[in-house]
């Protein structure tokens, strides 16, 4: 095996959203800006949606606003609505992303919006966006389990990856958000997306808490998949999915594709002391 494949970063936003103690803006910049010199290519470090909903995002602004912008990066947020892409575009983000569910249950949790409901409100989202020039990625989440509807279709991720693809997203990031997902359903997923959106540019977005989230890689790239959401230090879960653990550590995916004979383009030692980083940050939140 050989080749590149991309890690996203989004420990300072999925790591981060889900940590009790209000972690400041300064604290978030000193660690975006330490993500910038490891090698990555975006990092997604803002959230601009309801303070009451997720109040460790409400310094999104501040962030995007103090971090040093790197050469080559691109910083993202997500945007659940227009108020979200207006507040996106006016703190400069580069790239944002809509995300919606592939299950009803994680839908109304999370959005406040059964999936037709949040698929017509995506649509005015990344049609302004694409106008502005800001590129859009597209989440499903619960691709394989939901945590209130139980087992998920595949075929009803690939009816959510056809809209979200023809809304214009650039990309599909996959989301295992309850983290039990199997190789094996991992792969019927990604085919039935495939079938469904032969075009369309895929990524995997697992979090870990049957501790499967680096099978669930291989398995993936087995189905061509080359880019892979990942949280430094395996910060993270979800507010709206109960008993989800963090997103699958960076680090540790970088060593997998390295032991794969892949390519990262990521900084080992860099990824270390970020790791550290992220996990005083969680720690000074146990001890809080
Ligand atoms: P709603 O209550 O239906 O919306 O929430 P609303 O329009 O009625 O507004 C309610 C209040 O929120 C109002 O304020 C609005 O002004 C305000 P009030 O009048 O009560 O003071 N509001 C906003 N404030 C700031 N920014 C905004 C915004 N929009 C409305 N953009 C809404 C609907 C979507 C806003 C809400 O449900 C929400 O914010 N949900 C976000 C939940 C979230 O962030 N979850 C985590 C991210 S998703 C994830 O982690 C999964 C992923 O990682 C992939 C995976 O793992 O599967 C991506
Ligand atoms: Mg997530």
């Not at 230090?233 to 390295?258: D, F, K, S, W």
């Amino acid at each position: 095996m050989s080749g590149f494949v991309e890690v996203f970063e989004v420990g300072p936003r999925d790591g981060l959203q889900n940590e009790k103690r209000l972690i400041s803006a300064a604290e978030k910049i000193a660690l975006v800006d330490l993500l910038s010199t490891a090698g990555f290519r975006r990092i997604e470090v803002a959230s601009f949606v309801s303070p009451k909903w997720v109040p460790q995002m409400a310094t999104s602004a501040d962030v995007l606003g103090g971090i040093k912008r790197a050469d080559g990066i691109s910083y993202a947020a997500l945007t659940p609505n227009m108020r979200g892409l207006e507040g996106a575009i006016m703190a400069k983000a580069d790239e944002v992303a809509i995300f919606g569910s592939a299950s009803e249950g994680f839908s109304k949790a999370n959005i406040n919006a059964s999936i037709a409901e949040s698929l017509e409100r995506f649509r005015p989202v990344a049609e302004a966006a694409k106008g502005a020039g800001i590129p859009v990625r597209g989440y499903i989440s619960c691709v394989v389990n939901c945590p209130y509807d139980g087992p998920t279709p595949p075929q009803s991720v690939a009816a959510v990856a056809r809209e979200l693809q023809a809304m214009g997203c650039y990309e599909l990031s996959l989301g295992d958000t309850t983290g039990h997902a199997y190789p094996s359903e991992i792969k019927d997923m990604f085919r039935a997306v495939r079938d469904a959106v032969p075009d369309a540019r895929l990524a995997g977005h697992y979090h870990d808490t049957s501790g499967r989230a680096l099978e669930n890689i291989e398995a993936s790239l087995q189905e061509g998949v080359r880019v892979f959401d990942a949280a430094i230090g395996g910060l993270g879960g979800c507010p709206y999915a109960p008993g989800a653990a963090g997103n699958v550590a960076t680090e540790a995916v970088h060593q997998r594709l390295r032991d794969l004979g892949y390519t990262t383009g990521l900084d080992a030692g860099i990824l270390e002391q970020a790791a550290k980083m992220a996990q005083a940050l969680r720690s000074a939140e146990t001890t809080a």
